[in-house]
């Protein structure tokens, strides 16, 4: 399995003059620290990889160990182009990726890891809230259907920690080949769901806190949070 880490935004929405995963949380960490601590306690840190764009010599900088993907065209381009870049790298392996934005509690991956090693795909969905400005999914038969911001009736929000097998990962590349430039990731999966019938599971971390930063009052909850 790798690891992916899609970090190449300007983030405007918070407003810093530096990217986004490198915001100071008060635990004395930033978020990709954070991350990287929570990630390379469960798995190799050398399968770590990182979508870099905006300032990306500051992410580097800080994080030297790392292995660097980068997005050249970051300020054009949503993560659907992104996170293809990573997958097309890993076209035969099972990808475990994040958005670089969200702030987990590390407990949360021994959840996930049952179907890690089972090598289902799945989105981690927290249950407990839909909020209209967040990913939310629905489901037909068990599994994931639609997956998007304008889903309307939503069982829950899509918290930015995703899987792909490697039975999968070819089909959902040929899917976000076929996005938009400035469509998220999750629309390759709903087109691989609708076109190539493939199966993603919702995974329920709501037992643990996990939240995506994009404003300042989101920052402020995160802080409380941890």
């Known amino acids: ?15 810093n003059p530096f ?21 390379s ?3 190799d840190i050398d399968d770590i ?9 500051l992410i580097m900088e800080r994080f030297p160990e790392l292995t660097y993907i980068y997005n050249p065209f970051f300020d054009q381009t949503n993560t659907s182009k992104s996170l293809v870049r990573a997958l097309k790298k890993y076209r035969r392996n099972s990808v475990l990726w994040f958005n670089g934005d969200v702030v987990f509690d590390g407990k949360l991956l021994d959840i996930l890891n049952p179907h890690i090693e089972s090598n289902t795909s ?3 969905v927290n249950t407990s809230k839909v909020a209209d400005e967040e990913v939310k999914y629905t489901l037909k038969d068990g599994f994931i259907d639609e997956l998007s911001k304008t889903v309307k009736n939503g069982l829950g929000e899509a918290v930015g920690i995703n899987f792909i097998s490697s ?4 089909a959902f590349i040929n899917r976000l080949e076929e996005c938009d430039v400035n469509d998220y990731f999750e629309r390759g999966l709903e087109l691989a769901i609708e076109k190539d019938n493939i199966k993603i599971q919702a995974v329920d971390i709501s037992k643990y806190n996990c939240m995506e930063i994009d ?8 802080n409380k949070l941890f």
Do not use: C, H
């Open 49 to 57: 990889n990182v979508v870099i764009g905006f300032k990306k010599d």
């Open 122 to 124: 799945f989105v981690a």
């Open 215 to 222: 404003f300042v009052e989101d920052l402020e909850n995160v």
């Open 19 to 39: 990217p986004k995963p490198l915001t100071p949380l008060k635990n004395g960490k930033s978020i990709m620290e954070t991350q990287i601590d929570n990630i």
């Open 167 to 170: 039975n999968d990962i070819q």
């Open 1 to 15: 399995m790798k690891i992916v880490i899609l970090a190449a935004g300007i983030g405007s929405r918070l407003g």
């Open 41 to 43: 306690s469960k798995y």
